[in-house]
Structures are given as structure tokens and as C-alpha cells.
């Protein structure tokens, strides 16, 4: 089957500009993850839903940052007001059981802020 | 809090020879502990885990075993081909539903 798609694959904003990046998880998980991947770092953590629910927001870096999953399936990460230091690779995961440690990561979104 | 630390690369290797790429981690009680892969252009790949001590995580010829004397996760192969080039990560999952991962090393195969 599907694996977990993300849109788009690359972003280049112009700084200050707003910006939508999409997840389209495996279907019929319930929980869904963002993490931010820096160049050269690994992920790190963003936020957490179970279904529609956010459960866990503690990694969002800043109150420009917001995430929704409003049918408990495609979620989408906003960033407003987009900085330089937002560049990063966007990735989402989702997992198919309340165990959640098996994470299916999508490819990513290039976010490049210039 | 919960954190992972790792070999810092890049490591080349010729092919057939023996890879070890440390891990160490700290965290409260007993995580879970991966290896992941993110092979050139493609997406992270869950390669291995191990979710108790003295377990031994396997695949693709890949090995890691849960140590909890020394908070270590090394992952380990007895001969790496071209195909193995890619950048890894040590990951640790405890609770809270968040993985934590480590900086990655970058590993590159010469023919």
C-alpha cells in the first residue's frame, strides 16, 4: 500500500511569508507526527496527534508555528511569518497503533526561507 | 531529559569491511531503541530495534544489541557493500510518544 506522501516536496518563501506543508498519513493510522530536521541534525520533535486530537505541541519552536488534523487523517504544519531559521526538512510519520514507536516517515518538505 | 549521542561522521569504508557505528544514550527508565536509515533522496527507514535490555535488533545483515550496563546501542555489520552508503541515526523512544533522535552518521562505501 501507500506509504505516508507529503506536499510539496520543496518550499522556497520568501521571508515573512506564510506557509502550508501537507501529510497525508498511512491510511488508517492514528497517530501522527511532525519533526523538524535540520541540515546536518537529526529530527527532532514537533507535535503529536492521536486521530484529530493534539495530544503533545511541546516541540513547536515558536507561537508561528501551528498543526492541524481535522478529520483525524491528512494534517497540515502552518508556519507564519517565516524566518531564516525555519529552513529545514519538514517530516511527518505516522504509526498504526497506540504503541507508537513504529514511525512510517514520509519524505520530508524542503523548506528553504530566503 | 532523554537524550542519544552518537559517532559523528562521515565514515568511509572500503566494501567487506566491518562496520561499527557507536550509540549512547541516557534517559530515565528503559527506552526503546532504533536504528533508523535514510538512504540519498529517500525518506527515514526504521532498520532495526530493540525494546528491552540484552535484545538484539537484526536486518539487512545489520546488528545492534541493547546494553544497558554501558546505555549503548552499536550498531554493527560484518561486511558493508556500496548499497549500505547512507546516513544513519540512533533513536530512543520512551513515552511521552516522542522519538529522540541523535545527529546521524553519514557512512560512504568504496567499490
Known amino acids: 500500500g501507500a506509504g505516508v506522501s507529503q506536499s510539496p516536496r520543496y518550499k522556497v518563501a520568501k521571508r515573512g511569508q506564510d506557509v502550508a506543508l501537507r501529510c497525508d498519513p498511512i491510511?488508517?493510522?492514528?497517530?501522527l507526527f511532525w519533526y523538524q530536521q535540520a541540515l546536518g541534525q537529526g529530527p527532532e520533535f514537533l507535535t503529536y496527534?492521536?486521530?484529530?486530537?493534539?495530544?503533545?505541541k511541546s516541540g513547536l519552536p515558536s507561537d508561528r508555528f501551528f498543526a492541524e488534523r481535522p478529520e483525524g487523517s491528512v494534517s497540515t504544519l502552518k508556519i507564519q511569518r517565516t524566518q531564516q531559521e525555519d529552513s529545514a526538512v519538514y517530516l511527518c510519520?505516522?504509526?498504526?497503533?497506540?504503541?507508537?514507536?513504529?514511525?512510517?516517515f514520509g519524505p520530508g518538505t524542503r523548506l528553504t526561507v530566503t | 531529559g532523554n537524550s542519544v549521542t552518537q559517532m559523528e561522521g562521515p565514515v568511509t569504508l572500503s566494501e567487506e569491511a566491518f562496520l561499527t557505528i557507536n550509540c549512547t544514550y541516557t534517559?530515565?527508565?528503559?527506552?526503546?531503541l532504533f536504528w533508523y536509515v535514510q538512504y540519498p533522496g529517500e525518506g527515514l527507514q526504521l532498520l532495526l530495534k530493540?525494546?528491552?535490555?540484552?535484545d538484539k535488533g537484526s536486518n539487512k545483515g545489520f546488528e545492534a544489541t541493547y546494553r544497558k550496563e554501558t546505555t549503548s546501542f552499536h550498531l554493527e555489520k560484518g561486511s558493508v557493500q556500496v548499497s549500505d552508503s547512507a546516513v544513519y541515526f540512533c533513536?530512543?523512544?520512551?513515552?511521552?510518544?516522542?522519538?529522540?533522535f541523535g545527529s546521524g552518521t553519514r557512512l560512504s562505501i568504496r567499490p
Open positions: 510519520a505516522s504509526s498504526s497503533d497506540r504503541v507508537v514507536h513504529e514511525q512510517y
Open positions: 534517559a530515565t527508565g528503559y527506552p526503546s
Open positions: 533513536a530512543s523512544y520512551s513515552s511521552a510518544s516522542k522519538i529522540i
Open positions: 491510511s488508517g493510522h492514528v497517530s
Open positions: 530493540a525494546t528491552k535490555a540484552d
Open positions: 496527534f492521536q486521530n484529530e486530537a493534539q495530544l503533545d
